[in-house]
């Protein structure tokens, strides 16, 4: 999480990626090669778009990465300029995007394919080396898109501050609505099952 020492910087910041949003919205004419099967809104409503459809993004003390066609597009906050990095990547959308500070690392879960297929692949990609791996996992939970992602500390059987990808939901290959909770442990490359009860939320995509 970025901090900041005053209001000021709050302001500056958020100003920052207002600004990047109106540039994302510039590109709207890149649209056919990045976003081929990813219908756009229509320019106006560009802004009502945490960025666009279907693309998640995260914060970093580097700027705003997202992934977009088969690249990482990257917003640098202090030149106020957006830069795309090729990767080997394949086209998806609908993934999960979370970054983990302790070593600088973007980690991208599953998403839709352009043949409309889910995958469970996990793609790591450092902010420093500007390089993507993929992470041949333990555990790995089943294909999916349109599920939530969040990092989280002190879990209960993790060490304390040790930080850890949770994610939840989403659809999988056969088009069923998932209600799972898996956790990815970025230090081991394992994933591991939160058992469900009876106060589970319901199976659901799209979700915050």
Known sequence: MIEFHNKDEKQSFDSAVFNQKVEIC???KLSDELFG????????TLYLYDLLTG?????TEKGIFTFVGTK??????????????????????????SYIE???TLYMFGGINKAGEANSEIWAFNIQTMKEDII????TPEAR?????????????MKEGEPVIVIFGGISKKKK???DICVFNPFTNKWSSVSSHKNCPCPRAFHS
């Open 26 to 28: 510039k590109l709207k």
């Open 102 to 104: 302790e070593n600088h």
């Open 177 to 179: 609505y998932l209600n």
């Open 145 to 157: 898109y349109g599920h939530s992602a969040v990092v989280a500390r002190n879990m209960h059987g």
């Open 37 to 44: 099967f990813t219908p756009l809104p229509d320019e106006s």
């Open 136 to 139: 041949l996992a333990q555990h």
């Open 72 to 97: 990482i597009l990257w917003y640098n906050i202090f030149t106020n300029k957006i830069d795309f990095i090729p990767t080997r990547l394949d086209q998806r959308t609908n993934y999960s995007l």
């Open 55 to 59: 693309c998640d993004c995260c914060s």
